[in-house]
């Protein structure tokens, strides 16, 4: 009777470690899938065009910060020369603004989906933006 008992010892513990190599199985799959689905999200859109925003030298001596969405382009006095800056487009919709520090004055202006040229003057302490398109806009 003995060996009876030995028997039915081995059968429990191999049905019991084919269930843990079964759940550890699952349990990989299970992360594998989700790994590789998250994957799938990450993929980021590249988008054509680009701005060219140029500064004109009316904001001498102006504190002057310059956004487009919610990035920070440029936040600085001002000179008197003309500055030039050229952003690659990075969303579908985006919005320039201009922000005079000393005043707390928002210029808020839409952009163009396709990239375009803009001019950003001063006149009279109003700020002027002129959008234009640009002269080579093959992207």
């Not at 001498?60 to 000179?79: E, G, H, K, T, V």
């Amino acid at each position: 009777m003995r060996k009876s008992n030995l028997n039915n010892n081995k059968q429990f513990m191999f049905i019991n470690g084919a269930l843990a190599i079964g759940v550890i199985a699952v349990i990989f799959i299970f992360l594998y899938l989700s790994f590789s689905l998250k994957r799938d999200g990450d993929k980021k859109e590249s988008y054509y065009g680009s701005y060219s925003i140029e500064i004109a030298g009316d904001f001498a001596n102006d504190s002057l910060a310059i956004y487009i969405n919610d990035s920070l382009l440029l936040n600085r006095i001002m000179p008197d020369t003309v500055i030039q800056l050229e952003v690659k487009r990075f969303s579908d919709e985006n919005v320039l603004m201009v922000v005079d520090k000393k005043s707390d004055n928002t210029s808020p202006f839409n952009l163009k989906k396709e990239g375009s040229k803009i001019e950003i003057k001063k006149k009279e302490g109003i700020v002027l933006i002129m959008e234009s398109e640009m002269p080579n806009s093959k992207e």
